[in-house]
Structure formats: C-alpha cells, structure tokens
C-alpha cells in the first residue's frame, strides 16, 4: 500500500484556507494506487493537476511514479493553495511545481497534446449563482467546492478561451482540456459527481472525440456517489 502523503506541516490557518483532503481525495487516491502498475509502464514524463489544493494528490501521484524522469505542474486559482501544494511537494520530496491560475490556461499553447496525466477534481458542490461568483472573485477555499447550479456552472465559466457558446456543459469543458492538453498515450483522472449524468459525459466523449472511458472506481460518501473517471484516446492495455 503506497502511503498518504505527509501534511502534517499544513497548520490550521491553512486549512481554513486550503481544502482539507476528503473522500473525494482519497477515493481519487485510491483510483491511482489501484493504476499504479500500468501508470508506472507508460513512463509519464508531463503530469499536470488542475485544482490541487494542498497538492496532496500530485505528491501521491509522484509517490507512484518517481521524481526522476516527471515533471509535476500544479494549478490553483487560490494562492495560498499553490503555496501549500509547494510545501507538500517539500515535505514529501517531490518537486511539485504550482502555479496561480484558472485552470490551465498558461499551459494551453505550451503543453498542446502533451500531458501524460492529467488530474481534475471540480468544484462540484451545487450552490446558488452568487455564492459560486462570489467563491471565485475571492480565490478563496470555498472556490474549490463551490459549484453554481447543478454543481457546474462555474465549471463551465472558468475556461473564458473557449471559442464556443458562454454557458458549456461540463463533457465541453472535458473535452476541451483532454483535446488541448492530452498526449496521444494520456490519461484524464476525473472527479465526477453521479448527477452529473456520467453515462452521458462518457458516451459523447467516445462519439465526438474517440476517447474511451472507463470508471475505475466509485464509492458512496455520506449523500454524495462519487466516481473518477478515466478518459483515453486509445484503450490502456
């Protein structure tokens, strides 16, 4: 069993600001571990977490595959998120290299086609409107899980480079980044609520797109069913 990474160096004041790993963490966690093997034999050299928080999953990650050969990016729109997930990243050994920024805008032109792993957990939680606008403005904890309506409004408003209409479904916004970003032998680790309609997220991925997707593992947490996705442009052997 591969161990959780140490955040024993995060404080309280941190986790009043950084969103405290929790059963969506964990369950994504597990789904790497139970990946490790077939991780481990594409030899990853680009790895890249949108929304990493207190950087807990990356340094996981980098557990699995090493720090040798991989390089770890890391995004937050929350400031004191990038910090703790570079203080997680030295905690653990791992050279987690973060960055402020809504999604992974800086990274569009630069990694085109060529992330190797690449991890999102959204903010899925449904709210009302203004408490999601106000969640973002702030760049604050609360624009971690604050979600909008239906838990994916401001999913679909962070990705303002998008040439298509304004209010995008969540499998756009998938499909987006797997497009731009996904190396042809990448994998896309998605956090993803059961409401959010998975068999038709995964159904349009594979008609438009030709990613495959498989759901590699799925848990009941409390009132929440939470699942992690994994998206292909090939089927993993």
Known sequence: MIPTPDLSHLTRHDLEQVYDPAEDTFLLLDSLEQEAEALRKECPLICLEVGSGSGCVSAFLGKILGQSSS?????DINKHATRCTLATGKQN???LDPVTCSLARPFLS???HGVDVLLFNPPYVPTDT???SSAQSSAGIAGSWAGGADGMEITNCLLQDVEVSSFLMLWNIINYASQCLLSPQGRFYLVALK???VPSIRSRMLEDFGLTSQVVIERRAGREFLLIIRFTRTVPS
């Open 130 to 132: 203004e408490e999601a």
């Open 195 to 197: 409401q959010n309609d």
């Open 93 to 95: 050994k791992m050279p």
């Open 71 to 75: 390089l770890y990016l890391c995004t």
């Open 110 to 112: 630069r990694l085109h």
